[in-house]
């Protein structure tokens, strides 16, 4: 089929192969990302902790710039499992930012200009696309989280030594683990959003309410009921006991206050009330309980066609 | 030789209500076109033959490749031109066409030649570089076409391509898909209600009517078979010694009024023969046509047909 033939001729060429294949999605949808400059300058800003993050590390090794700085290390933060934990958040809290960007459209564009057919007609699979637009997501997050983590823990071991790489070896998973599941819920999250809305910015407003409206109705809950199980509604909430619980950080009790109390064992007494975080277990449980909502509502939405029974 | 299409007892439904009911053929022709009332599962068919819909029961075959088992070869070696107005925003149509090339397996830089190839050869080489949705409807659904062609697969199916197309753009989509049916290296399944665009590009026909098949012939052989039809108009003379000369000839005839004669042509019978007969028996052939029947004869027979078996089914099932 050459342009000056006008001939319509069968591809004889050499093909790739089918497991790579999804992986056309991310290309194609980064390089539209980046024609945003209002994505490229986000995208630039959520280097800026990390980048303050390794001069503090660099500060603390090297006695020179702290003498010329006039700054004693312990007026420092030290560089500890907290250090790393506040990282992940800081970068979290940027790579929600990104999500709210870039995710809106990337199933929502594909709806409501009916491309599902086109793709699907294609040899992929309904998972290899949502796992090629995820793979969007996977990767602008994995560039702003555990990549710059894990730079920053090598760079730190770099100049503390062998041995304080040994004892401290364990935070490679928790930076890691800690990254993968915000992100896979970030982005199951907002796919599934992108899936149900076709609208681009109701879609982003979707996802910023989701995040901001039970985090507001759970301290409203807890405020109220003094307790702490508002937590559990609150997704921000939920995702940093979960990374408290990967760097050893996890108490439960977060607080006390003093209150009236009926029991059988107390007759309307003043007494002090611990205030206790959801456990463990159920942050973990709620974040998989929502993946699994997220992946079955994508399974239930993208389809060629929907079918009218 | 592996037929195109095979359907064996293949039986589609949405929740409870049939829409494909135990269709079996066999389908060879180089143009297929898929006839059919609103309704009668025209488009789940072909939704079927993707992939997009799972069969209830019984399946069908793409040269030979079992749609249910063996998908991803199915659709690799199939090209799809969605009814409705389909695209990727916000992209140039070459970006488009490439991205779908590179989804069938192509490689980037193969897919980019071949992207530029599809634009041109469906006449949109000038427009590629615009994004599709500022295309006219007629341009997308010469886009479609592209990316439909773009990987080269050996059937493409298209989906009422001539949609809502002015003459002039109807006619290059017509001509288009007559060319690559002509060019041998690819098998077309055509779905279209305009009866028109079928008989300028089909060579067989599958006709449905609520979910069955009602006809399946190859148009070919019918038009070939059609030409010993004839009808002729006459004046005066003797035209009752002619009719009886006319079944000496061993034509079987059927008069239509006081002038009018059809009859069917044996073999063995030249036209000469009539015009003989005509002067023994001083009758005027005023008129002499080779009835044919027309695609829209074909289907509407194939309607009532339907209608007749779809009776049948119901008084056996009253039964």
Same mark, same amino acid.
């Given at each position: 089929m050459a342009v000056y033939e006008h001939l319509y001729g069968a591809y004889e060429g050499e093909s790739h192969t089918s497991f790579s294949r999804f992986l056309v999605i991310p290309r194609y949808a980064l390089r539209d990302v980046f024609k945003s400059k209002l994505f490229t300058t986000i995208f630039i800003l959520c280097f800026i902790y990390p980048l303050a993050a390794t001069i503090l590390v660099y500060l603390h090794h090297n006695v020179n710039a702290l003498a010329l700085l006039q700054?004693?290390?312990?007026?420092l933060l030290p560089i500890d499992a907290s250090f790393f934990q506040t990282f992940l958040k800081v970068q979290g809290a940027f790579a929600f930012i990104l999500t709210v960007l870039? #995710?809106?459209?990337?199933i929502s564009r594909d709806l409501s200009n009916n491309a599902l057919p086109l793709y699907l007609s294609r040899p992929l699979s309904r998972t290899e696309y949502v796992l090629g637009k995820m793979t969007v997501i996977v990767f602008l997050l994995s560039l702003v989280t555990w990549v710059p983590g894990l730079l920053l823990f090598f760079f730190q071991a770099s100049l503390a030594g062998l041995t304080w790489l040994w004892t401290n070896l364990w935070m490679v998973s928790a930076i890691f683990l800690g990254s993968m599941v915000w992100i896979i819920l970030l982005s199951l999250l907002a796919l599934a959003v992108s899936s149900l809305v076709k609208w681009r910015v109701v879609a982003s407003g979707a996802l910023v309410g989701m995040f901001f409206v039970p985090t507001a109705f759970g301290e409203i809950v807890n405020e109220l009921?003094?307790?702490? #199980?508002g937590h559990m509604i609150s997704l921000w909430a939920t995702m940093n006991n979960i990374w408290l619980g990967l760097f050893g950080l996890f108490v439960r009790q977060t607080g006390e206050i003093r209150g009236r109390v009926t029991t059988p064992i107390y007759d309307n007494e003043l007494v002090n009330i611990a205030l206790l975080e959801p456990p463990l277990w159920a942050s973990w449980l709620a974040v998989t309980l929502i993946c699994a909502v997220c992946v079955w509502l994508l399974a239930r939405r993208v389809r060629a066609y929907e079918v009218i029974k | 030789m592996t037929s195109v299409i095979e359907l064996e007892q293949l039986s589609v439904t949405f929740g409870k209500r049939p829409i494909l009911k135990s269709l079996d053929g066999a389908l060879n022709g180089r143009a297929i076109g898929l006839l059919g009332p609103n309704g009668a599962g025209k488009t789940t068919l072909i939704h079927t033959l993707l992939g997009f819909h799972p069969p209830t029961s019984g399946t069908a075959r793409i040269f030979g490749q079992d749609i249910t088992t063996d998908a991803k070869h199915v659709r690799a070696t199939v090209g799809y031109m969605p009814e409705s107005d389909s695209f990727i925003a916000k992209m140039s149509c070459v970006h488009f066409v490439r991205l779908m090339a590179e989804l069938s397996g192509i490689p980037a830089n193969h897919a980019l030649e071949r992207a530029h190839e599809a634009l041109f050869y469906v006449g949109l080489g000038e427009a590629r =570089?615009?994004?599709?949705?500022? =295309?006219s409807l007629g341009m997308k659904q010469l886009a479609k076409l592209a990316q439909a062609i773009v990987h080269g697969p050996k059937l493409i199916i298209l989906d009422e391509p001539t949609n809502g197309l002015d003459p002039p753009t109807r006619s290059r989509m017509i001509s288009l898909i007559r060319q690559i049916r002509d060019g041998g290296r690819a098998r077309i399944l055509l779905s279209s209600h305009l009866l028109r665009d079928v008989e300028e590009c089909c060579d067989e026909i599958l006709v449905l009517k609520d979910g069955h098949i009602v006809a399946n012939c190859n148009l070919e052989e019918e038009r070939k078979a059609n030409r010993k039809f004839i009808e002729l108009e006459t004046r005066g003379g003797n035209r009752a010694g002619f009719v009886e000369g006319i079944s000496g000839l061993g034509c079987e005839y059927a008069l239509s009024g006081e002038r009018r004669i059809k009859l069917i042509m044996q073999e063995?019978?030249?036209?000469s023969d009539l015009y003989r007969l005509a002067l023994e028996h001083g009758v005027q052939i005023r008129r002499l046509n080779f009835k044919r029947d027309s695609l829209e004869d074909i289907f509407l027979k194939a309607m009532e047909n339907g209608n007749a078996a779809t009776n049948g089914r119901a008084n056996n099932g009253s039964v």
């Open positions: 700054v004693n290390v312990r007026e870039v #995710a809106p459209p990337l009921f003094l307790t702490r #199980a | =570089y615009r994004p599709v949705d500022s =295309y063995t019978v030249e036209i």
